[in-house]
């Protein structure tokens, strides 16, 4: 019963375009979302969230959307830089909850 | 400042064993919590505590695992017996509880194999 899903295990990415990352949610109660970003051999890092009451949050090159209705968040890296290269999770939660729900996680490669 | 110190980073051991990890959490952060990443399942939920005190043990797959937190800067997670289905990446994290879920901060993990 994967509540949290991230459907594209990777992504390949060209330097300075734009990427996509894509996540879908089951679970209705859900009203808090992040994304974290994981390098190899560290543990995932926060990156940036989102509440239900937004429907866009930027914080310089990355800008997280959500549509409610479709119960579907993306993030958008944009320019796309080689330090961007890692696992990016999808995770959810509700306000003032502790506990967080994870996707599987997309490995994006940005390429020189 | 120290972040989250997970013990060992790596270990390797045979099915039946007993495994135990371990964490200290950041100084001052009043809630642990364990995770396991898998490929199939990403990053689960295993257990939390909030003082201390476990919360919610909901995502510990079975009675193999165990976890304890006898203090504010330590706690483990056992498996006893080990399985190779076990062999995952555990990861620690430490919040305030009073952050939300956004201020989780993870240590570098604890990659088990199970042969």
């Known amino acids: 019963d994967q509540q949290v899903k991230q459907n594209s295990p990777s992504l390949s990415v060209q330097e300075g375009r734009i990427s996509i990352l894509n996540c879908d949610y089951t679970n209705s109660m859900f009203d808090y979302f992040l994304w974290y970003k994981k390098y190899p051999a560290e543990g995932p890092t926060f990156l940036i969230s989102i509440s239900s009451i937004k429907d866009k949050n930027e914080d310089g090159r990355f800008t997280v959307f959500l549509n409610k209705s479709a119960k579907h968040l993306s993030l958008h890296i944009v320019p796309s830089q080689p330090g961007d290269s890692a696992v990016y999770f999808c995770a959810a939660s509700t306000q003032g909850a502790q506990k967080l729900v994870f996707g599987q996680g997309t490995r994006l490669t940005i390429n020189p | 400042d120290a972040g989250v110190i997970q013990s060992p980073r790596h270990e390797v051991t045979e099915m039946g064993q007993e495994v135990t990890l371990r964490c200290k959490p950041i100084s001052g952060h009043n809630s642990l919590f364990w995770y396991r990443q898998t490929m199939m399942r990403g990053l689960e939920l295993l257990i939390y505590?909030?003082?201390?005190?476990?919360?919610?043990d909901s995502g510990m797959p079975e009675d193999r695992f165990s976890a304890k937190m006898p203090n504010a800067s330590f706690s483990t997670l056992k498996i006893q017996p080990s399985e190779p289905r076990d062999s995952a990446v555990y990861f620690c994290?430490?919040?305030?509880?009073?952050?939300?879920?956004?201020?989780?901060?993870f240590g570098p993990g604890t990659r088990l194999l199970v042969l």
């Open positions: 994290a430490s919040s305030l509880r009073a952050g939300g879920a956004g201020t989780q901060y």
């Open positions: 505590f909030n003082n201390n005190v476990p919360i919610d």
